[in-house]
């Protein structure tokens, strides 16, 4: 599967943004999907994850109550929506794929397949 990140942008501490992350292929809904992000000097960290029928989210404490993961499987898309931005959300984000069998998948190594990043800028 291939995937594609965009809705990257510059914005103020406070705003919000949406990312989207659309997949190729006819069986989008085989896959657990994630959100990493990567900041600049450090390693690549999980942020959220989604199972295969949307039902299961799982978020890292530091974003909890401000993105929401959510997926359509009929248009092979998940979507980030982030809200009440801080500065030290700046990163990269990449969405990922997973053919491992849990709902949730939170480890970077069981990600098999990765997007090219969308770089979401948080001004203070």
């Known amino acids: 599967v291939q995937l594609q990140a965009s809705g990257g942008g510059l914005v103020q501490a406070g705003d919000s943004l949406r990312l989207s992350c659309t997949a190729s292929?006819?069986?989008?809904?085989?896959?657990?999907m994630g959100w990493f992000r990567q900041a600049p000097g450090k390693e690549r960290e999980f942020v959220t994850a989604?199972?295969?029928?949307?039902?299961?989210?799982y978020y890292v404490e530091s974003v909890k109550g401000r993105f929401t993961i959510s997926r359509d499987n009929a248009k092979n898309t998940v979507l980030l929506q982030m809200s009440s931005l801080k500065p030290e959300d700046t990163a990269v984000y990449y969405c990922?794929?997973?053919?491992?069998?849990?709902?949730?998948?939170?480890?970077?190594?069981?990600?098999?397949?990765w997007g090219q990043g969308t770089l979401v800028t948080v001004s203070s």
């Open positions: 990922a794929a997973s053919t491992v069998s849990r709902n949730i998948v939170t480890r970077l190594s069981e990600y098999d397949y």
């Open positions: 292929g006819r069986t989008f809904n085989n896959y657990a």
């Open positions: 989604v199972s295969r029928t949307g039902v299961s989210t």
